[in-house]
C-alpha cells in the first residue's frame, strides 16, 4: 500500500511562485511514474503534469512553460514548481502514483492519491 502526502500549497499573489512536494511510503517509488492534478470548486479533476521512472516529463498546456515536475528518488519525493502563477490555477492538486514506469495523463491510471493540498491564487 502506498501513501502519498502532499505539502507546500497556499495563498499567493499572481505573478508568485509555489513549490509543491509529495512524498511517498511504501511500495517502490524508483519504479513508478508519478503525477499532478488538479480540482478547482466546481470543476472536474483535470491532468496538471506527469513524470516517469526514466524521468520524461510532461505538462497540460495551460501549465506548460510555467510549471516544472521533477523527481528525488532518494527522498522519495515529486516535486512541482509553479512559477507565475495565475488566479485560474486556484485549485486542490493532488499527488498521485502509478505501479508503472511510464508517465500518463489519465487518472484512471493511477493506483493511488495523496489527500491534495490547496492551492489560491488571488489577482
Known amino acids: 500500500q502506498v501513501q502519498l502526502v502532499e505539502s507546500g500549497g497556499g495563498l499567493v499573489q499572481a505573478g508568485d511562485s509555489l513549490r509543491l512536494s509529495c512524498t511517498a511510503s511504501g511500495g517502490t517509488f524508483r519504479d513508478s511514474a508519478m503525477g499532478w492534478f488538479r480540482q478547482a470548486p466546481g470543476k472536474e479533476r483535470e491532468f496538471v503534469s506527469t513524470?516517469?521512472?526514466?524521468?520524461?516529463?510532461y505538462y497540460a498546456l495551460d501549465v506548460k512553460g510555467r510549471f516544472a515536475i521533477s523527481r528525488d528518488n532518494a527522498k522519495n519525493t515529486v516535486y512541482l514548481q509553479m512559477n507565475s502563477l495565475k488566479p485560474e490555477d486556484t485549485a486542490v492538486y493532488y499527488c498521485?502514483?502509478?505501479?508503472?514506469?511510464?508517465?500518463?495523463?489519465?487518472?484512471?491510471?493511477?493506483?493511488?492519491w495523496g489527500q491534495g493540498t490547496q492551492v489560491t491564487v488571488s489577482s
Open positions: 498521485a502514483s502509478r505501479s508503472e514506469r511510464y508517465a500518463s495523463g489519465y487518472s484512471t491510471d493511477y493506483n493511488y
Open positions: 513524470i516517469g521512472r526514466a524521468g520524461d516529463d
